[in-house]
């Protein structure tokens, strides 16, 4: 259980890029760079983002709470997310 709790990389930064790019850095200062993919969930209450880094051979998933992000950068993720939007989301 340990071992799988280090593994678990912390989102301290996303850009979301379009088409379906992402790049993530985590907690420990690594940069991600990957596809986001289907079965994403945007709700007013709650974000899920699955992406695949690449290279990689399975999904990820991030949960994203309202209260992990400002009340606009959450709001312009969800519109990102479910609009495909050109705009490119960073926070």
Do not use: K
Not at 32 to 47: I, K, N, Q
Request: charged share 30%; proline share 5%.
């Amino acid at each position: 259980m340990l071992d799988a709790c280090r593994r678990i990389a912390l989102p301290r930064e996303l850009v979301l890029r379009h088409p379906r790019a992402m790049e993530m850095f985590d907690d420990a200062g690594r940069l991600s760079s990957g596809e986001l993919r289907d079965g994403s969930f945007v709700a007013p209450w709650l974000t899920i983002i699955r992406w695949r880094p690449s290279g990689a051979l399975f999904d990820r998933t991030i949960v994203i709470l309202p209260d992990m992000l400002g009340r606009e950068s959450f709001r312009r993720l969800r519109v990102v997310l479910r609009w495909g939007t050109d705009h490119m989301f960073r926070g």
